[in-house]
């Protein structure tokens, strides 16, 4: 384990934790497109195992000071949630949605880490930290479920 002066933001941390290869699942699909694939299956699914399923998710957690192992408990869906709502909040880190299998026992999500010039801006006044719903947080407000996709991504479909 390399040591770092204070905490590592968390794509230089991720970027670690997938050359690592200490997480099932947590690979890059393409190195150099910076192409990287990230398990993701539900918690309520059969074969669920948090030793297996959310390794990532609480390493982080630990590595924000969220979670101290021993003090405090295990709260999965949690690290999990304050996971996705760092991820998304990088302008920097983008979801392939049209190559991420959201559902089922093998659900996973791939991302790209954009070259910092191509970073997405976002606007001021609306909440990016955590742009996503997911059936384990809560329903984001009103306002922000009826934004149109391109006020936050600047991509038009």
């Not at 990287?36 to 299956?41: M, V």
């Not at 669920?48 to 709260?75: C, Q, S, V």
């Not at 954009?114 to 809560?138: F, N, Q, Y």
Request: glycine content about 6%; overall charge positive; hydrophobic content about 30%.
């Amino acid at each position: 384990m390399s040591m770092h002066q204070g905490r590592l933001r968390l794509r230089p941390w991720l970027e670690e934790q997938i050359d690592s290869g200490r997480h099932p699942g947590v690979v890059w699909l393409d190195q150099s497109a910076r192409v990287l694939q990230i398990p993701w299956k539900h918690a309520a699914r059969h074969g669920w195992n948090i030793e297996k399923d959310a390794t990532l998710f609480r390493n982080w957690a630990i590595h924000t000071g969220r979670y101290k192992p021993g003090a405090d408990k295990p709260d999965p869906k949690t690290w999990k949630a304050n996971f996705r709502c760092a991820l998304n909040s990088l302008t920097d880190v983008h979801e392939l949605q049209d190559k991420s299998i959201k559902k089922g026992h093998n659900a996973f999500r791939v991302y790209t880490l954009l070259p910092h010039s191509k970073t997405v801006k976002r606007h001021k006044g609306i909440s990016s930290r955590c742009l996503e719903s997911d059936s384990e947080a809560a329903t984001p407000p009103q306002t922000q479920r009826n934004t149109p996709l391109e006020r936050f991504t600047g991509v038009n479909r």
